[in-house]
């Protein structure tokens, strides 16, 4: 399919740079449809907002800049976890929610793909556990009681 571009207009009603989109098949049969930009060199990268869905059903709907998740977006992994939050180079890096099959959630800080930092685990009693994460170690968390 051939690629569609948009113009975009400000609030004072001048057009602001054309920002291309469109959909692409990938050979590995995965999808994007969403913001893109050509490169100096006539690559095209993902680029702006978008949407790539792999052929194995893990989608991603967010923020693209140099052909990486990059900014905020939503990861629906195959297994049924989805990460809500903040990506850098492809990871899950910065503030966000990521919750499991099983529906327990953890809210907080990533590096890396890694839970590091500030952050809460909502088990599937709905119990909550808050404290500081070190990838799969939180030593010190404490319980927080409903009342």
């Not at 207009?9 to 913001?35: C, I, L, R, T």
């Amino acid at each position: 399919m051939r690629p569609k571009s948009k113009d975009r207009k400000d609030n004072q009603g001048s057009a602001k740079p054309s920002v291309p989109q469109g959909e692409f098949v990938f050979p590995n049969n995965d999808k994007y449809k969403g913001e893109y930009k050509v490169t100096p060199g006539g690559a095209i990268e993902r680029n702006g907002h978008g949407t790539h869905t792999s052929s194995n059903g893990m989608v991603y709907n967010g923020e693209w800049s140099e052909d990486r998740m990059n900014g905020h977006g939503v990861l629906e992994l195959p297994s049924g976890a989805v990460y809500d939050g903040d990506f850098y180079n492809n990871q899950f890096h910065g503030n966000g929610t990521y919750t499991w099959p099983n529906g327990c959630v953890y809210k907080g800080s990533f590096s890396n793909n890694k839970l590091l930092g500030e952050g809460s685990f909502i088990d599937t009693d709905d119990q909550i556990w808050a404290g500081n994460f070190h990838d799969r170690a939180a030593p010190g968390l404490k319980f927080k009681l409903k009342l």
